[in-house]
């Protein structure tokens, strides 16, 4: 049984001290996703529905691969840290770590199995 | 902070769960807002883009092992299930990314006011739908 308020248990932590970072982060990495993203679906949306032999020629040129390849890099960061807001803000102990190191996992994973597989298919 | 103790765990504090809360600003207690809307639509249309991304990781995976893992993805993702998931997705991306402009300008500390920021919300989601016709015409 604990005997302390949860003022008390509060009072003297202060914030948790990394919000700003973490505000900046989001700012540049939304600004760098906003050509990014609208070169993407220009550049994706062109090619799709294409046979499997003009798809892959596609991605071999520089531009589409290194548009594809930075979008997948930057937006899964940018998932990642916008969806840790969110966790915070709805859970709590346990649950709130798990979901963040899920989270970073996945999209960690994601960026990684895109990114090998542009990079296979333009080499 | 661990998740709220039951009732009677803190000896020092038994009066916890009977204070008043500051309701929470979606559900019953307010009548929908343009600003509280258009700032949860931005959070879950930026959540919900993870289906399409993952699909797409799925289909440069499958570009990258061979056309026959190719077809299948592509099949997929062109077919109308895929094409409406990509639809709606299109769509959050640009309420996202419009709303998320509205975030940079705010922080440049401009349009705080709420009449303002009221009205690049009803401008914003108008945008949004046309930019998503816009993108399924010329794709």
């Not at chain 1, 914030?15 to 679906?41: D, N, Q, R, Y």
């Not at chain 1, 994601?110 to 333009?122: D, H, P, S, T, W």
Request: proline share 3%; with cysteine.
């Amino acid at each position: 049984m604990g005997f302390i308020t949860d003022r008390k248990r509060a009072a003297g932590l202060g914030s948790a001290k990394t919000g700003t970072e973490h505000h900046w982060h989001m700012m540049v990495t939304s600004v760098a996703l906003l050509p990014l993203v609208l070169m993407f679906i220009l550049s994706f949306g062109a090619i799709l529905g294409s046979p499997y032999s003009e798809v892959i020629a596609y991605y071999q040129r520089p531009f589409p691969a290194m548009i594809a390849i930075l979008t997948m890099l930057v937006g899964f960061n940018h998932f990642a840290h916008g969806a840790r807001s969110t966790i915070e803000d709805y859970t709590g102990g346990l649950t709130r770590k798990g979901l963040i190191i899920g989270v970073n996992c996945l999209s960690y994973s994601a960026a990684a199995f895109a990114i090998f597989a542009i990079v296979r298919i333009a080499l | 902070m661990a998740a709220k103790p039951k009732k009677g765990t803190f000896m020092a504090d038994n009066n916890q769960d009977n204070r008043p809360l500051s309701p929470f600003m979606i559900g019953q207690y307010y009548r929908p807002q343009w600003t509280s809307m258009s700032s949860i639509f931005t959070r879950i249309t930026g959540l919900s883009l993870l289906v399409a991304s993952l699909m797409i990781v799925w289909w440069f995976v499958a570009a990258a092992s061979g056309p026959e893992a190719f077809a299948t993805a592509n099949g997929f993702i062109t077919s109308w299930f895929g094409d409406l998931i990509l639809f709606f997705s299109t769509w959050a991306m640009f309420y996202h990314m419009l709303f998320g402009i509205r975030h940079l300008i705010w922080d440049s500390g401009r349009m705080l006011e709420v009449d303002q920021s009221e009205m690049y919300a009803q401008a914003a989601l108008v945008g949004s739908v046309l930019l998503t016709i816009f993108v399924v015409i010329v794709l």
